[in-house]
């Protein structure tokens, strides 16, 4: 098992936890991004901009380089790697919850479908001519 | 492709952003458990404990059931897949980027090897006698 960084987990897992982050690193996908562009679709200050580059950036998920009066922005994926690990722990409980769920339901199903044939009377014939 | 729900995903990530609401998760992997077993384990009151509790709660992570005076916790990992799945998406940056960090590596290496047979002289040899 892959040892996990409690203090980088916190940090990725609090940087993933609002929208607008995830939004910009999903334009870091793209390819770099200055510091104005990464902020601009969002309808909010500069400096606000800033904070949230900032969570991603102490995060390790973003790596910024000043090129003279430009800050240029670029992702950097490998902490995901971690938090994604991290949650693969969890995927056979979500798989058995799963199955259990669609268990359930088939089982609802079957009763629905058998029940009316036991409750309403057989459809009466037309007598033939 | 997956529809994330954002605020589901902000409430998720969030909750997994501290070591306590992690090891909390972890325990209940074992079995439901009450709220002051979940709290035991940690150097804290039993309210803020409780904080984190519902942190997890909110986030769909836990639920609760109350029977008479205690409240049973059980783990609700259904969340964690969306969350998984979030991350997913970037994989194949993470691994491109592990690829890139990988043969930058190799690469030293073999410049390491190569270069002092070029740079230190040839080995004196003894004078055959």
């Not at 987990?9 to 609090?14: G, I, K, Q, Y």
């Not at 102490?58 to 090129?67: N, P």
Request: charged letters at 30%.
């Amino acid at each position: 098992m892959v040892e996990h960084n409690p203090a980088q987990l916190d940090a990725v897992f609090h940087a993933l936890g609002d929208a607008t982050r995830r939004k910009m690193l999903r334009a870091l996908t793209q390819g770099e991004r200055t510091v104005s562009q990464l902020a601009e679709p969002f309808d909010m200050s500069l400096a606000a901009a800033s904070k949230h580059i900032k969570a991603l950036e102490s995060a390790g998920l973003i790596h910024r380089e000043v090129r003279g009066r430009t800050h240029m922005c670029r992702l950097a994926p490998a902490p995901l790697a971690g938090a994604h690990d991290w949650l693969s722990f969890y995927e056979r409980f979500w798989t058995d919850h799963l199955d259990a769920l669609e268990r359930l339901l088939r089982e609802d199903d079957a009763r629905k479908q058998s029940a009316p044939a036991r409750k309403s009377p057989a459809p009466k014939r037309g007598v033939k001519s």
